[in-house]
């Protein structure tokens, strides 16, 4: 089994900055790509930011130009900062991750979810 731990989400002001992470651990052989989620109220949930082991990213329009994405494949950890937030960011932000295990088949695994709220 891949578990997935988020942290960094909180309570902001409008315009201030918050970073997530998330560490997978367990039977991993390799992971192909990690990203966030949110899932605000009432909504489905969406991509929010999205990158492969080569580095590749994907934003959502909505955030491009104020998150970015990193990982260390070294932690098996993908980080998400949020910079110029706003109050429609408001959200519970998940973590994921696609790869293969350690006995070569396939996960995709979701982190339990971490509250991001921005007050304006």
């Known amino acids: 089994q891949v578990q997935l731990v988020e942290s960094g989400g909180g309570l902001v002001q409008a315009g201030g900055s918050l970073r997530l992470s998330c560490a997978a651990s367990?039977?991993?052989?390799?992971?192909?790509?990690m990203g966030w989620y949110r899932q605000a109220p009432g909504k489905q949930r969406e991509l929010v930011a999205k990158?492969?082991?080569?580095?590749?990213?994907n934003y959502a329009d909505s955030v491009k130009g104020r998150f970015t994405i990193s990982r260390d494949n070294a932690k098996n950890t993908v980080y998400l900062q949020m910079n110029s937030l706003k109050p429609e960011d408001t959200a519970v932000y998940y973590c994921?991750?696609?790869?293969?295990?350690?006995?070569?088949?396939?996960?995709?695994?979701w982190g339990q979810g971490t509250q991001v709220t921005v007050s304006s």
């Open positions: 994921n991750a696609e790869g293969i295990t350690i006995i070569g088949l396939r996960f995709g695994s």
């Open positions: 990158i492969t082991n080569g580095d590749d990213t």
């Open positions: 367990g039977s991993i052989r390799s992971i192909a790509a």
